[in-house]
């Protein structure tokens, strides 16, 4: 990783961070010279941050300084950080030195203080400097002129140095803070509650010079720092539309015949259906198809990879050798619980280092079930789809419905079917005593397709459509009925039939009220 780029557009160099996704964020990481507040409430992971940004830094052969205004000593501090991956203890003191300005301040001043920064930043030619407890340098500001003063001095020998300058703050101030006027950044980390859970999240408030993606992003403190994950919302903003009309096999002869010949190449597909409908037997059928010219990827919540190949293996859909010549790769996801960003950025990343072109997501509530806000699915999931087609991977998403039987359909988010090209709906139907599965084609954006519904069976070879259902009607509200012959009911009634004239069709039958 380069530590150091240039930014185009303002000429401005670079510092990457070197933190799992905030360079993204960031859209390449701190500017040169630049001064940046970092806010964050106790526990935040503002001191953790900082470090790891040092660490990182030190790598790359540059400098760093750490400057703690706190009453902690640095001895217990780095005791904290030797758990950490990135912790390096070979870098101290040579490329990350460690300084305590806590009695400079109370004995000298802010004087005393901006006099110190400069002679150490000289010594050590650090290009980062952090500044950790910039709440200190407040309180001991007889004014808020003075504070203004203070970070006005430390911006002007911040860029004259070349040195990227981060001040860690809890900002206990109340709203009014003069110093986020005159500063180059202002990122805030919070610990936000979302019912009995709780998320860490990352927002750049202001950045100069650069744009930067909008909104709160999750991060977790893990063994290896900080990782940052992205909003797919604000990091996929892409809207390839479909440009072909190549198709790809269902994995089903019968179903291919049904869509006339396959699904339509870079589209996705909705497999809406309740429990035991049938939806991973259909999406496994799609992967069996995989290959090196198509690689396949299935997605998933609910099966381990071992128990999905031997369920798929029972059916006659062999992913064992699929996954064996490295064709298909299949991923597992626990619904514990997890980051919505996370799990969709995990997605797209194993997407594009395959090259995968068919895809399988079984199902779409382990996203629902990661989100903090189900307000947040609608757009998601159009982001999602969005970069999948702009991917060119063809895909099929399992979704459950809430009702077993019955005529009402419950989508689990609105506008869901707007943002996807193709609907396919299973379900159970009574009729002629038996509880049946059925399927039936909704919709195929720019497709034709056979309307007709379908009786499918699931056994040793595999799904196979019957015709049970030519003679019966009302079979979607889950309770199908013979639809009465009208030659036998005429002659039950003792009125011979008419036949239609020669020539002439029949008229057809009128349903409802004239």
Known sequence: MNNKDSNPDTGLERIATGVPGLDEVLKGGFFEGAVYIVRGTPGAGKTILANQICFQHARQGKRALFVTLLAENHARMLQHLEQMSFYDARLIPKYVYYISAFRVLEENGLKGMMDLLRREMRAHEATILVLDGLIAVEETSTSDREFRKFIHELQAHAATAGCCTLLLTNGRRGEYHPEHTMVDGLITLEDVPYGKRRQRELEVRKFRGSSSLRGRHPFQITDDGLVVHPRPESRFLRNAGVETDR?????????????EGGLIADTSTLLLGPSGSGKT?????FLQKSSKEEPGLHFGFYESPQRLVANAQLIGVDLKSRVAAGHLEVLW???????????????IDAVRRRKVRRLFIDG???FAAAAEAQERLGPFFAAIC??????????????????LIGPDLHLPIEGISAITENMFLLRYAEYQGRLRRLISIMKIRG????HTLREFEIGPQGLHLLDSFKHAEGVLSGFGTERADPVKRATRSGTPAKKPAKGRRAPARRRGKA
């Open 247 to 259: 198709r790809i096999s269902t994995g089903v002869a019968q179903l291919d015949v049904m869509t």
């Open 281 to 285: 037997t259909l999406g496994t059928a």
């Open 333 to 347: 996801r626990p619904t514990i619980e997890r980051i919505l960003d996370s799990l969709g950025n995990e997605l």
């Open 364 to 366: 779409w509530g382990g």
């Open 386 to 403: 969005n970069e999948l087609r702009s991917l060119n991977v063809t895909t099929i998403i399992a979704v459950e419905t809430e009702n």
């Open 447 to 450: 497709g034709g397709f056979d």
